[in-house]
């Protein structure tokens, strides 16, 4: 609830820094994909931060998971559907969703594990509303952890979904 505040909150005052700036902002030459652009094109404010920076920053870009699991909880929902609210009012823009997992387990089992935990979280953004052929998946399973240890303070953060922009 904290973090849909938050977002509403943003999100208003990007529409009245975005009222006062006087003309509509252009869209970047160059480039036919929204991924590339930056914040301030999209969000109407001065702000210089790209697609993913954002998406990282003001909504939530990841979520996390249980040892073995790949269910999404309460937490989880709420970062979704905030992505979700963002895909709806970002329409040019895709997702890439990157499944990842611990140290612990096989290559194999974790690779599909990370792919359960991709899967997951596309299937719930599109029972959202985002359409399908704006998301991909992968999985990187435990070759790219964020946190390098062996006990759970590291592996609690490496059990998870990560959102790109695309």
Request: with cysteine.
């Amino acid at each position: 609830m904290k973090n849909i505040k938050s977002i509403i909150a943003v999100a208003s005052l990007g529409f009245v820094l975005a009222a006062c700036g006087g003309s509509a902002p252009q869209p970047s030459s160059g480039s036919s994909s929204g991924s590339s652009s930056s914040a301030s094109s999209i969000y109407g404010g001065g702000s210089s931060l790209s697609s993913d920076q954002y998406l990282g920053v003001n909504v939530g870009d990841r979520v996390f998971f249980a040892t073995d699991q790949a269910s999404i909880d309460g937490s989880s929902r709420a970062v979704l559907r905030a992505q979700a609210e963002w895909l709806a009012q970002n329409a040019s823009t895709n997702l890439v969703i990157e499944g990842h997992a611990d140290e612990r387990g096989t290559r194999e089992y974790n690779l599909a594990l990370g792919a359960r935990r991709a899967n997951a979280v596309r299937d719930f953004l599109i029972s959202q509303g985002v359409d399908s052929a704006r998301l991909d998946t992968i999985s990187y399973g435990k070759e790219r952890p964020v946190s390098l240890c062996s006990d759970e303070s590291c592996w609690s953060k490496n059990r998870r979904a990560v959102s790109t922009t695309r």
